[in-house]
């Protein structure tokens, strides 16, 4: 059959041809102009050679080249690489060696400083082009016809952020996609009246995935941040009547601290999403108090990214801390080692199955076996539970449980004990080598500004709520943590840090 996938432009340029599809800066793209500039980067795309089942790597930073790419190779049967713009020249030069593309997208030199070491390593068969603003590219003398697809195809291939050592490379097929957005639209009653800023970085699976595909599924309209400001994005949050928005916590704390936040109309924001660790409650009630529902999710690059859990607004206080329950299309459970199903309560690895999971790790036969689960669902990795009324919580991550005196201690548990201490805004809890204990407890934390909280205070509050062996033993203050480009602390870098 045709793809699904490689029909949305043209769907919408037909139904909606002058409605705006993308605002980035001064430009406001319409239905119709989007599928020109798609067809005439399909067109590019085959000169060079990128047909069906080859790969078009992209390192570019937000901007509207970077859709136009997207949907060029979904036209051609091609599959879409995007590179994480944070990484260095020696790990993207390691990710291309294992993706092996055909085309290479990259911004200017200027723009991004690895680009030159980057084009250098590149072997001579891959066609390079590097997006220039003011060179836009001539439409074909006709319309691209799309490759017939399956939804088993590839579309895209989405490089893990390597926290736990080498990337993988996750495939992502266009079935995928086509559930991941029908997700976001009957969870979140997402249509094509609904505005959306997108505040994520395009590298990441969050803003590629999340945050993007149901707009272009829906024919809504979305507004495009080149990158996160959070006075700027209150800005357009007002001036486009932004009715939804994606961000990590971190930008919504940001943007409930700028000075812009109490003068900011959000009448029109009628939900935001957050994902990627937990949202305190006093920022919940913040939002609450602007009349703007606060939904947490979790969803990870394997499960496309999208919310493969979510708590519902009405159980944000009530639930705070927990991930919720499934959402539309996904399975998920509480499993131990055996495959058993953990009671309530009961500290297990998160399993997922459904039509987002992903299909496997390119060129990674025994990665992808090691996976999944003999009866076929996906290991998360996250150590969590689920309570009685069947919502989730996150424990930690396997490789981070700290094992201290032969007693397990999971970090999210006295992470979130710490992140309701007043004058603590985040916290991280790590374990390092100890030669009485095996692992000590070691919390690093950011302090709000211009409070003042120390070691013993933090010890006192957490004695209050924790057992004595899940207490930090040490304390380290930070302005801020080492973070993966999706906001996400790095607890590699700190247990490097503070061993």
């Not at 006093?282 to 939904?295: C, K, N, S």
């Not at 297990?348 to 689960?373: H, I, K, N």
């Not at 201290?404 to 006295?414: F, H, K, R, W």
Request: proline letters at 4%; a negative charge; hydrophobic letters at 45%.
């Amino acid at each position: 059959m045709i793809s699904t996938l490689s029909s949305w432009i043209s769907h919408w340029a037909r139904q909606r041809p002058e409605a705006p599809a993308i605002v980035c800066n001064e430009r406001n793209i319409s239905w119709a102009q989007l599928r020109c500039n798609v067809n005439a980067r399909a067109a590019q795309l085959a000169a060079a050679g990128a047909g069906r089942g080859e790969r078009v790597a992209c390192l570019l930073l937000n901007r509207v080249e970077y859709y136009e790419v997207f949907w060029a190779c979904q036209l051609l049967g091609a599959i879409f690489v995007p590179l994480n713009t944070r990484l260095a020249a020696a790990e993207l030069n390691e990710i291309l060696g294992d993706a092996d593309p055909r085309v290479f997208f990259s911004e200017r030199a200027d723009g991004l400083p690895q680009v030159p070491a980057v084009l250098a390593a590149l072997g001579p068969a891959v066609a390079r082009f590097i997006i220039d603003a003011a060179a836009d590219v001539a439409p074909p003398a006709a319309e691209v016809e799309p490759v017939a697809a399956s939804v088993d195809d590839p579309a895209l291939i989405l490089y893990t952020s390597g926290t736990t050592g080498l990337p993988k490379g996750a495939i992502i097929t266009h079935g995928n996609v086509i559930a991941s957005a029908h997700m976001w639209m009957t969870d979140f009653q997402l249509t094509g009246a609904d505005r959306h800023l997108i505040t994520l970085p395009l590298c990441f699976t969050g803003g590629l995935m999340a945050a993007s595909m149901h707009v272009f599924c829906a024919g809504a309209q979305l507004v495009l941040m080149e990158a996160f400001d959070e006075g700027a994005a209150l800005a357009l949050l007002e001036k486009h009547r932004i009715t939804w928005l994606i961000a990590v916590p971190q930008m919504l704390q940001r943007m409930r601290d700028d000075a812009a936040w109490s003068r900011t109309d959000l009448g029109a924001l009628r939900g935001i999403q957050s994902g990627g660790s937990a949202v305190p409650v006093p920022l919940i009630e913040a939002y609450a108090e602007r009349g703007v529902d606060l939904m947490q999710g979790f969803g990870l690059t394997e499960g496309t990214g999208g919310s493969n859990l979510y708590l519902a607004p009405e159980f944000a206080v009530t639930k705070a801390g927990s991930i919720g329950r499934a959402g539309f299309s996904n399975a998920v459970r509480v499993a131990d080692e055996t495959g058993r199903l953990c009671a309530a309560d009961e500290v297990g690895e998160l399993q997922l199955r459904g039509p987002l999971v992903f299909r496997e790790y390119w060129r990674r036969v025994d990665a992808t076996a090691d996976s999944f689960t003999a009866d076929g669902w996906l290991r998360t990795g996250d150590l969590a539970s689920c309570d009685a009324d069947g919502f989730h919580y996150i424990v930690g991550r396997k490789k981070d449980m700290i094992i201290t005196g032969g007693l397990n201690v999971y970090p999210a548990e006295v992470e979130r004990v710490l992140e309701k201490m007043p004058g603590i805004v985040e916290a991280a809890v790590i374990g390092v080598s100890d030669a009485t204990w095996g692992e000590t407890v070691v919390a690093v934390l950011r302090r709000a500004a211009g409070m003042e909280v120390d070691a013993a205070a933090v010890e006192n509050w957490c004695r209050a709520a924790l057992a004595g062996y899940k207490v930090p033993r040490r304390c380290e203050f930070v302005e801020d943590f080492p973070r993966t480009v999706s906001g996400k602390v790095l607890k590699r870098v700190l247990r490097e840090l503070y061993a």
